[in-house]
């Protein structure tokens, strides 16, 4: 056995506390209970666990005389003066032999194999790089898409978002990229997931070649809000740790709607008010901070490449997160469900999307291969109701017949996969334009 795993399991053992305050439940209230005799020594984010039930909780508010603590499961059997331990704080390292596991966000594994922490406690909650310090964002990264290669790069450090309804397809879209975007490791903050979902995710969707170089962070939709607050905070530390060894890391949040969910849970349960379309005044904040740590380091670490998606009830870019997340990232994606319904993938509806990295990303000659196939699909899309209801004329506006000419053979390319990398993507995106 090496000697940085005898390190591990003593570190290990050193975290176990024989001893805790205990106080008592005086209140009950929905899913929060209010607990006496712990105010003096209780932090906000500490965990409470009731003696005699298998019930933990987190504290959301502490006062001078009791703590408000937001438990998960159910508590109707739990009666007044039930005595609650208060828990230490669980310590979170991570380490590269959590490469290839699925854990929950407190480090434990979800896989049923053991796990041991690393020897460096990180916080969950770590603030970004300096920004004086901050690189630019890097090299544009092969994705194995042909539309994210040319028409919407994305560039190491660079910070998306993936704008999607349900069932758009924004799932595959990410294990795919998971798989084939050039990076050392990838780390995958899955949200309120289904269990079902979470597996299949796993074993089906990434499959050994993409685990093989994963960490997978779930907390799953039963798990209580302030877990699944947690997951894409632990999942940032986890990409982080990496980042720090100066490796290059694709980190996957799926999806920011949830947590902006669970933090409004967590919230209210800690009294604020849901004023801001429904979310409270907290929740821009909150967003914001998730996201600023993704992006390019600080030498010599490496960077963190961030994909965030976002669920958009009927396709809805002004609904309140993803008006959040828009303003904060370099570029976003929108998934439409009309394009997968008449069933081309990835469902990308490239006139709504943009990525921020251009026009740094693309030299001249590709900058304008960009621009003349943004220029033909928005001229499609601008005639579509005319031509398919066949009041558009040929020869009435060049720019339409164009349009129409290339139309078939761009659709075609947005949906072509494969190694071809940026330089072979482009050359088909040039054969495409060139179809009329």
Not at 44 to 62: A, K, P, W, Y
Not at 226 to 252: I, M, N, S, W
Not at 328 to 348: K, S
Request: with cysteine; aromatic share 4%.
């Amino acid at each position: 056995m090496s000697n940085e795993i005898l390190e591990q399991m003593d570190a290990a053992v050193r975290n176990v506390r024989p001893h805790f305050p205990v106080g008592y439940v005086v209140e009950i209230a929905g899913q929060t209970l209010k607990i006496k005799g712990l105010a003096d020594q209780a932090c906000i984010g500490q965990r409470i666990r009731l003696i005699g039930h298998d019930q933990v909780g987190e504290i959301v508010r502490t006062g001078q005389a009791s703590v408000d603590v937001l438990f998960e499961g159910a508590l109707e059997d739990i009666p007044l003066s039930t005595p609650a331990a208060l828990m230490p704080r669980v310590p979170f390292a991570p380490h590269a032999g959590w490469i290839g596991r699925v854990v929950d966000p407190d480090g434990e594994p979800l896989d049923g194999r053991i796990l041991l922490p690393g020897l460096k406690e990180t916080g969950i909650q770590a603030p970004p790089p300096p920004a004086s310090s901050r690189r630019d964002l890097g090299a544009r990264l092969s994705t194995g898409f042909a539309v994210f290669d040319t028409i919407l790069p994305i560039v190491r450090g660079q910070r998306i978002g993936l704008f999607s309804g349900s069932g758009v397809g924004k799932s595959t879209l990410l294990a795919s990229l998971a798989k084939q975007v050039e990076a050392d490791v990838i780390v995958i903050g899955l949200v309120g997931e289904r269990g079902r979902e979470v597996r299949a995710f796993v074993e089906k969707a990434l499959g050994p070649e993409g685990m093989a170089r994963s960490v997978v962070v779930a907390a799953t939709s039963d798990r209580a809000a302030h877990v699944r607050k947690r997951c894409p905070l632990a999942a940032t530390a986890v990409a982080e740790y990496f980042r720090d060894q100066g490796l290059h890391v694709l980190l996957l949040i799926d999806s920011v709607t949830r947590f902006a969910e669970a933090h409004r849970e967590v919230a209210v349960a800690a009294g604020e008010t849901a004023n801001l379309r429904g979310h409270p005044a907290s929740t821009p904040a909150a967003v914001a901070r998730l996201c600023e740590r993704a992006g390019p380091g600080v030498d010599p670490s490496g960077d963190i490449t961030a994909i965030y998606t976002v669920l958009v009830a009927g396709s809805d870019m002004e609904e309140p997160v993803a008006d959040m997340l828009r303003g904060v990232l370099d570029g976003h994606v929108v998934l439409d469900r009309a394009i997968a319904e008449r069933g081309r993938f990835p469902a990308i509806d490239v006139t709504r999307s943009v990525s921020r990295s251009l026009p740094e990303a693309a030299n001249p000659a590709e900058n304008a291969l960009i621009s003349k196939a943004r220029q033909n699909m928005g001229a499609y899309a601008e005639a579509e109701l005319m031509i398919q209801s066949g009041l558009y004329v040929s020869g009435s506006d060049h720019r339409v017949d164009e349009a129409i000419a290339t139309r078939d053979a761009l659709e075609e390319f947005i949906a072509t996969k494969g190694k071809h990398g940026p330089a072979g993507a482009f050359r088909l995106l040039q054969r495409a334009l060139q179809a009329g």
